[in-house]
């Protein structure tokens, strides 16, 4: 068991590193709380100014009704007519919604209808923000004539009935949380294996090293080892931080979970060795690794839905473990889902491993004969 | 000020010394503009959703045919395609090859003939909030559109929706801007922070110490020639955005040029004092790609809003020079903004460079004399 040594060598190694080591320990916990409170993309507490220049009661209690929402903030509610679109394009409100009396005209002359007329401004820079917006607003409307319709015997022709699966309260949290655990195992696991043989190199202690009598794959075994359990450690502590402290459900077995990280864990301290023998200085290896990093975050489809990247980044997509591992926890967590719908997943990520360690290993035997 | 003219003439041969960090430099915000340009991207369309029409109808095949003949949605006939189509679309809804199950029920066409309200039955997958609630949308504005030749409810009360700023609401026109912002500011930090901490490595630093020059000029004069290098970077991305995406430019290209001058001047700040503080070059880039980079992504509205953010991450949010620039930014760019718009942002990136530039001073003053 030369191995034992050498790990144990990698272990002393990474903890002398004294300026980095908060950041191994403190950092997971402080990135899932932070980033879990701040990748919540629903919309709340959207600021908006109302003009109301309707004499209606119909308006007073819409506006009312937006007032009490959570979703909305209103500014500031004007009684005569005012430029709304300064406001926007300052950004300090995201909608402003003005109230009318349309006249009718009827035999004995003009009298106002008894709905008002309602223009919506919308700032549209954010298209996400503003669609979800409007339909909320459309959504308040809606409640206010159903609430009203009886008194005018009318009916809707038709009514959809929704329902939500998988996240019924449609918290960004459920499905963000179980994609930032995945984040856990990516971040710092790359970051301290890419430089764990280039500072070797640098420090010309590899040598040493060589000169024992390890085998190449001992070596670098011996490299990948730590990191893989410190970045399993943090992994579970997201896991802790997003069923405690988040409340997320896990409706599927979290063995599976266990399995994909571990093949994940395997593609991903093979790419970052790989890093660590092709660059010279420690330098280059954080900025590669770096860049790696946001590349693989970017197109795993954890922010942004992945299914509209144009045709040539589909193919980065295809072979980003980070995207393979972020479908299969967050079928696991959400959806509960048994092997069955993500042994696919699995099988490509494990193909995917077998490819990057190989290419790894090659180079890393080369690199130990020069 | 014909000491500081010397420094910053030698931080400039530094600069020039050095083309392969230059082309980095240059380079790499053109990646990064691809990467993230090309990879965040809301807008959703075609969206999978299968359909079982159990009332196989003439007005059920109406709405059918709605749902087709439009771009929101890629319409599967589960009833066609599987014997069994409920446990079908159940299936495909878990793997997550359908987003949307729409089931018109069997008495759909006469709840129709006799005005009664029909129900359809939708279910969504909910996993990821965002989509299910445009998909929700689609669905109501499909149902709209369908219920507008019967007597409607909507008719009672007229609402006229009108988006402004980005009437295709594209939502490269909300990413594109905002990466302006995020690579400015990685790209300035980077370049001052690596400019002090060079010299700490390479022992030349003493050199700087013994010199007659004072602190705050050394400082000073090692920002400078990064203003320009800052600012060429900035106009290259500036043209990709506007060329390669295709992001109109609304507002002042001299108000623009203002605001990115305080910005780029906040980040080069930023830089000095990281520069200041770490000892050498390698924790110099760590720290500032971690600085800049997460809270400028996370805390500055870039992606996620902020005024859904708790309180304390919305006081943190302040002190992200990103925030303020990236209302500036999407402003005079997107939306036409002007001058008078921003004075507030534009004060605090001044106040912002102020602190960072004194603070950096007087850590460096104190390095020195802990030197000598």
Redesign the interface.
Known sequence: MRLRYLVKKEFIEIFRQK?LLPMLFISPMLMII??G???????????VNIVNLSRNKAAYRIINRIERSPLF?VKNVYNEPRDM??A????KVKAAIIFRD?LESTPGGKVPVP??????????????????A??YF?GI?KNY?LSD?GK?G???????????????E???I??MGPGIVALLLTILTLFFTSISIVREKEQQTMDTLLISRLTTLEIYIGKAVPMGVIGFIHMTIGVAVVMFWFRIPVRGNLLYLVLAAVIFLCTILSYALLISTLVST??QA??FA?FSM??FI??SGL????E???GW?QFIVKVNPLAYLI?VI??IF??G?GIE?FYRDLLSLAVIAVVIMGVSLLNFKRFIAK | MKRIKAVIIKEFAHILRDPTSLTIVFMMPVL?MF??G????????NVEAGIIDLSDSEPSQNLVKKYVNNNYFTITDLKADYPSPIDAGERL????KLKEIIIIPADFASD?KT????????????????????V??Y??RI?MD??SQ????DD????????????E???A??FIPGLIAILLVMISALLTSLSISREKETGSIDLLFISPLKSPEIIIGKTIPYIFVSLIAGGIILLFARFWFGVPIQGNLFVLLLFSLLYILTSLSLGILISTIA?S???A??AT?LITLLPSI??SGF???L????LP?QVVSRIVPATYFL?II??VV????ELR??VAEGTALVIFTAVLLTVASIKFSRNRKRVK
């Open positions: 300026e932070i980033l409170y701040v990748v919540q993309t629903d919309i709340e507490n959207l600021p903030v679109v300064d926007l394009k300052s950004g349309p709905y008002p007329e309602i223009q919506v401004l919308m700032d549209g820079v954010d298209s996400n923000t503003s669609a979800v409007a339909g459309n409307l004539i319709v005018l009318m009916s809707m022709p038709v009514e959809v009935k929704t329902l939500i699966r998988f996240n019924p449609l918290k960004s459920n499905y420690q330098q954080l900025f770096w946001i590349t970017l197109l922010f942004t839905p992945t509209n990247v144009p980044l479908k967050r079928e959400l959806k889902n719908y | 990064m990467i993230f090309y990879s965040i991207n809301f807008d959703l369309e809804l878990k793997s997550g129709i005005q009664k309200t029909a129900e359809i039955g939708v279910i969504i997958d909910g996993s990821d909030s965002n989509i299910a609630n445009l929700y949308q669905n109501e149902i369908f219920t019967f007597r409607n409810i009672i009360l007229k609402i006229h929706t009108k988006v402004l700023f980005n009437p609401v594209k939502s026109f909300f000892p070059q390698k924790i880039m760590f790609l996370m805390l992606i996620f809003p005024e859904s953010m708790p991450l209302k999407r402003g997107v939306k036409g903004a718009h921003f």
